[in-house]
């Protein structure tokens, strides 16, 4: 069992920054594949980006790639989301997932093993 808790999600204005942290529990993190997704009301959640176990690899959604990263510490069993020049369309409750693929790319496709409760992440124009 990997329980997952993100942080670091709040306001900001457009052209803004935030960095979020999902903190995982257990001592497997470093053989899940980590991701994260978003969700506005009333759609399906999105796939944002994902990062391989030694966190070599990573894969993002068109819309954010140059501005959102993604990195991994697996000594603290923590993953990081990076979201710089941030527009009011990137606002959405951000999810945090673990899963058992061998590709970060497969992980839109996959039913996720496990996610966090999420964080709400609104930007303002």
């Known amino acids: 069992q990997v329980q997952l808790v993100e942080s670091g999600g709040g306001s900001v204005q457009a052209g803004g920054s935030l960095r979020l942290s999902c903190a995982a529990s257990?001592?497997?993190?470093?053989?899940?594949?980590m991701g994260w997704f978003r969700q506005v009301p009333g759609k399906e959640r999105e796939f944002v980006g994902a990062?391989?176990?030694?966190?070599?690899?990573?894969s993002y959604v068109d819309t954010v790639k140059g501005r959102f990263n993604i990195s991994r510490d697996n000594a603290k069993n923590t993953v990081y989301l990076q979201m710089n020049s941030l527009k009011p369309e990137n606002t959405a409750v951000y999810y945090c997932?673990?899963?058992?693929?061998?590709?970060?790319?497969?992980?839109?496709?996959?039913?996720?093993?496990?996610w966090g409760h999420g964080t709400q992440v609104t930007v303002s124009s």
């Open positions: 997932a673990a899963d058992r693929s061998t590709d970060p790319k497969l992980l839109p496709h996959r039913l996720i093993d496990y």
């Open positions: 990062i391989s176990c030694s966190g070599a690899i990573t």
């Open positions: 257990g001592r497997t993190f470093g053989r899940y594949i």
